[in-house]
């Protein structure tokens, strides 16, 4: 129980992290980290923290797939994880 916790909150930290470096990578024109990974992370745990990190900054707002289903995912994961835990 405690591992899921561990992982649940270090995937989550990671989703917040790999939004707040891609959206710096794109202000400066660098190479980007791929959508497919930015899911990845996602759909292992991240949600929570890759939704927030797209608030916090401002990125991937414009693309409906993130928009919609970082949020989706993030409440689905929730779930399970409350789920789980209970």
């Not at 707040?20 to 991240?46: C, M, N, P, S």
């Not at 991937?60 to 994961?77: M, Q, R």
Request: no cysteine; proline share 1%.
């Amino acid at each position: 129980m405690t591992m899921m916790l561990a992982i649940f909150v270090v995937m989550n930290i990671a989703g917040l992290f790999i939004m707040g470096v891609d959206k710096k990578r794109a202000r400066k024109h660098q190479y980007r980290i791929r959508e497919r990974t930015l899911w990845l992370v996602a759909l292992f745990g991240g949600a929570i923290g890759t939704t927030a990190g797209m608030q916090i900054y401002r990125h991937k707002t414009k693309h409906t797939s993130f928009k919609v289903g970082f949020p989706v995912l993030a409440i689905v994961e929730l779930v399970l994880f409350i789920k789980i835990l209970l």
